[in-house]
């Protein structure tokens, strides 16, 4: 069977704040050295196991030209715009109905455009065995993260272990919401849960049974889109069946309600690149423990994380600061403070200071 | 007898970098939100008990336009220019050649350029006192502050409690450099000490009989500058003069030396401005101590220091963080390691990036 992925490109990224912006948000920027954009390394981490042409982008008609730019070898008929964002549900939904229109029945590997990996070849072999999975009955699979330490900003999945296929497939039981620092660490030491990433694979067919059933709205709308697809009527039913749809996650409107969820435990060096904080783990550091880039003058400096855009950036005496010029405005952070960047934010936008934003 | 005030100018000010440069040190900035700059405030303070034209200032050649622009009412042939720098002595050597060859005897305030001062009145009230004991016999004064807290990057004055004109006029026993903070402390609790604020108010006549009996080589050049002024040898006498003068400063040269040395101990608010920390202290602070300029976005921060340029700085989770944007280059320092900026400077000197020093 065709193996499709869609990749859900239409998040704004605001904890990247001040280089990410709602014109240019985070899986359009390099976080690495490497100068490759975050959607960048989504597709080419994909190559092995699904062509170009089968790699489908959802997203929103802002980022369509960024998109077009950042990823010539996609065709443009592959790009797909939200007229409106309304969650995973109805971003999924759209895909399917594309992926249905060229495919009939696909494969298809969602993945969001923003997380990092660092082993490549060990990401491929567990997609591969998703996919085998996903292709049995009408299995839902969903990629699962080993967890390494409580993180309190994921939620997570708690795998039943009474059946698997000793391959590392296990039925899932259920998803559970961000918890607190003490359940996390609960979860950690019970070895019965991984972190939900946002990863998931199955067949275009057996989606659309669960849409049926549990989003049924959405699943008529897909279906008018699906119809329209390649007609002079597409935009105007996308933007019709879009703003009547309810806005809903995958993993709360299906996901959590559905049979025959299976999971797959990762080990892959997953990161969600959720603020900051990411570009020490994804990037090298000095002997200090300081990640910096561009013209930085360290002094008696650590655990620093510190971005210079065009002019010099000298620290002085810092501990787990992070620091990031961009033409318009600089963030001064305290690392432990990452989740608060979203206030400057708030701020702007109450003084409706929106090229700032 | 005629007053004159003597500036001194030629100070380089690495401790307020980036904002201070070679090219613009820090008595050429304004530090206080009513644009006046250092030097500016110093002039006009002045001007109840000394005019325009009797307010020389010493400064080097670099700086002679910058002065000109800032301070269009002081006659010209008042801008001493340095050909090279020799501490104090040679400095103050020259503004008395100056001043005895426009007025025979007069005497002499020979102020920094870059202190502030919060409550002008009560520092004319000492000035006017100090004036009054330097025309008494060749009498040297000193105005020392009464401390507030045991800093320790001042030198002390020890005055002698024996004999005073119970106008808050005392003998010095002894100058004494920067102590550490366990001496500091000992100093204030002692209530014998004052700091040393380079103020100095003397006869033209009385710093001259001091210069010929400790710094003969400098005494005999500034009699040779004095005969040179007005004179197409002017420029060519001074060059010499100040190439074979030592580097002195005149509280070594002569200060320690020499007797019949008083102080009066001014309250006046003052402060010397010997790093970003004076901003906090010099202008008003926020409801969290955050003493902010510019365009800031403050959440979550307590007791910083943050000076925006032309674009937004949002803070984020800081304590006690100085942040200063300039055109080409950002510092970002914890207030406890100010006097770490230096390091900074020795670092691009290193690396020959002149343009940022």
Chains 1, 2 share one sequence.
Not at 68 to 93: D, F, G, K, M, Y
Not at 206 to 212: A, E, F, P, T, W
Not at 247 to 255: P, R, T
């Amino acid at each position: 069977m065709k193996v499709t992925a869609v990749i859900m490109a239409g998040g704004r990224g605001e904890r990247f704040w001040p280089k990410s912006r709602n014109s240019y948000p985070k899986q359009f920027l390099s976080l690495t050295s490497d100068g490759e954009t975050m959607i960048q390394k989504t597709v080419k981490r994909l190559l092995p196991i699904v062509a170009y042409e089968d790699i489908f982008i959802v997203t929103n008609e802002n980022y369509v030209p960024i998109i077009c730019t950042q990823l010539p070898e996609i065709p443009v008929s592959n790009i797909l715009a939200e007229p409106v964002a309304r969650n995973t549900a109805p971003c999924i939904a759209l895909a399917a109905a594309a992926v249905n229109k060229k495919y009939d029945d696909a494969v298809m590997i969602v993945l969001p455009s923003d997380h990092l990996i660092k082993y490549d070849e060990l990401y491929i072999n567990t997609m591969k065995h998703a996919v085998k999975v996903a292709q049995k009955e009408d299995n839902l699979v969903t990629v699962g993260i080993t967890p390494t330490y409580p993180e309190t900003g994921y939620g997570y999945i708690k795998f039943s272990t009474d059946e698997n296929d000793d391959m590392g497939v296990y039925k899932v039981e259920k998803f559970v919401e961000k918890p607190c620092l003490d359940v996390a660490k609960e979860y950690l030491n019970s070895g019965k849960y991984l972190w939900n990433s946002g990863m998931f694979v199955w067949k275009v067919s057996s989606i659309c049974k669960n849409l049926q059933k549990f989003l049924p709205t959405i699943y008529e709308g897909m279906l008018k889109i699906k119809d329209s697809i390649g007609t002079d009527s597409y935009e105007q039913t996308l933007s019709e069946c879009f703003e009547s749809f309810p806005s809903e996650s995958i993993d709360f409107g299906i996901m959590e309600k559905a049979d025959n969820i299976y999971t797959l435990s990762g080990s892959f060096g997953w990161d969600d690149v959720g603020s900051w904080l990411a570009l020490e783990k994804i990037n090298k550091t000095d002997e200090y423990g300081n990640y910096v880039s561009g013209d930085v003058i360290t002094i008696n400096t650590n655990r620093s994380i510190i971005c210079s855009n065009k002019k010099l950036i000298a620290s002085v005496g810092l501990d787990d600061i992070i620091v990031v010029d961009t033409d318009d405005a600089i963030l001064v952070c305290d690392k432990e403070h990452t989740q608060e960047v979203k206030k400057v934010i708030e701020n702007l936008k109450i003084c409706n200071r929106r090229d700032l934003i």
